[in-house]
């Protein structure tokens, strides 16, 4: 990897930092990810592995999400 001197870097930062974004610019941005499919595919992750360890990660990660009661039962069962 080679590096840039720190000046020419500033320099470069500068001109990316002085550039207005236009409103064609704002069209290609991507759209936010939508956290209910993030927490669906996460479930899913869970679903294929079937730990106890994946179980309880998506519970602590999303104990208010109505998928951690399928997931609490689903531990359960590994457990007994």
Do not use: Y
């Not at 870097?9 to 207005?20: C, D, E, K, S, T």
């Not at 936010?32 to 927490?39: G, L, Q, T, V």
Request: glycine residues 2%.
């Amino acid at each position: 990897m080679r590096l840039i001197g720190k000046t020419k870097m500033l320099l470069m930062v500068g001109l990316l930092a002085a550039q207005p974004l236009s409103a064609q610019d704002s069209d290609t941005l991507p759209l936010p990810r939508d956290p209910e499919i993030a927490i669906h595919e996460e479930f899913d992750m869970a679903l294929r592995s079937n730990t106890q360890q994946a179980w309880q990660l998506f519970i602590r990660r999303h104990k208010d999400h109505l998928l951690a009661r399928e997931a609490t039962r689903r531990l359960n069962q590994l457990e007994k």
